[in-house]
């Protein structure tokens, strides 16, 4: 298994958008396509879903947008945009700087802890038999109550904080009051977030289960990321060359556009539980 790293691009070659804080897309402006394009695909999308024995969630930080919650690479908005990975999501970057890292981090958990499932968090959850992985450290899944035997956090989660040097000590935080540096109370190193950050390992059990569920599944439901982080994206691809439909969902084209069976533009919180409620006196979508 590969470390965490931005992707070279499984398939749009030369993306000119990749991390690019020069990327015109305004956040919040979603370009529709052609209404009638739009229904087809949505209905395209709930019949495939409706035919589905096996559905599998991959999402990413555009599901928990409209909760408010920052994404990584939207122009302006996105947190990439305006702070350095390198300084606040990798090792080195903690290293130099416990305090920095720490405080950036407990201010995204204030936010986090703020901050209430989505209609597309709530849709998820309520269909108890679809299987989930997701790149997102925050707890809105969770939060929205999905079965936490059927999420898998391959970034982990900012809900803990761990060892850094993996001694195996790990506890709980607060979200809404995140406590600052401390030692781990086991080995003595600084405890951090338990979240994958860029030139670490994925947790290996989340990444086995999630690229068994994405061999295993008939829809791959793609919502709300950019898919050039790998190896998670990579997921999507093993999802296709596996045989499942790839159904994705984002305010605009990504790195999963061309994989897409059926892509659908707009919002996560408006289209997704339109795919996944049932209109009334209907069975399941
Ligand atoms: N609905 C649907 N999609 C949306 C919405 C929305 N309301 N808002 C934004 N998006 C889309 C954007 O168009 C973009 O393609 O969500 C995507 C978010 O992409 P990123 O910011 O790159 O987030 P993500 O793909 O989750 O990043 C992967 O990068 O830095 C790391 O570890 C971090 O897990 C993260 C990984």
């Given at each position: 298994m590969t470390r965490i790293a931005i992707g070279s691009g499984m398939m749009r070659g030369n993306d000119s958008r990749r991390d690019s804080p020069n990327d015109l897309w305004t956040p919040g402006a979603v370009t529709m396509p052609p209404e009638k394009n739009h229904q087809e695909s949505l209905e395209e999308a709930r019949s495939l879903l409706a035919g589905s024995a096996g559905t599998v969630s991959f999402s990413g930080a555009g599901l928990s947008a409209e909760s408010g919650i920052a994404t990584f690479r939207d122009a302006q908005t996105g947190l990439w945009a305006r702070f350095d990975p390198m300084?606040?999501?990798?090792?080195?970057?903690?290293?130099?700087d416990p305090g920095l890292v720490t405080e950036w981090y407990r201010d995204r958990r204030r936010a986090i802890a703020r901050?209430?499932?989505?209609?597309?968090?709530?849709?998820?959850?309520a269909r108890e038999e679809i299987e989930h992985i997701t790149q997102n450290i925050d707890d809105l899944l969770l939060r929205a109550g999905a079965d936490p035997a059927r999420i898998v956090s391959l970034h982990g989660t900012m809900t803990r904080d761990r060892c850094h040097r993996h001694c195996g000590y790990e506890e709980e935080v607060d979200m809404?009051?995140?406590p600052g540096v401390r030692p781990c109370p086991q080995c003595g190193e600084e405890l951090r977030p338990s979240v994958v950050w860029f030139g670490e390992m994925l947790p290996a059990e989340a990444w086995e289960k999630a690229d068994w569920l994405c061999r295993s599944c008939e829809v791959l439901l793609v919502i709300g990321t950019s898919a050039v982080v790998y190896p998670a994206a990579a997921l999507i691809s093993v999802a296709h060359d596996?045989?499942?439909k790839i159904i994705v969902v984002n305010t605009q084209s990504s790195d999963a556009s061309a994989l897409a069976d059926v892509e659908i533009i707009g919002r996560a919180g408006e289209i997704v539980p339109k795919l996944l409620q049932s209109p009334p006196g209907r069975g399941r979508a």
């Open positions: 300084t606040l999501a990798s090792a080195e970057g903690f290293a130099r901050a209430a499932p989505n209609p597309a968090h709530r849709a998820l959850a809404r009051d995140p596996a045989g499942a």
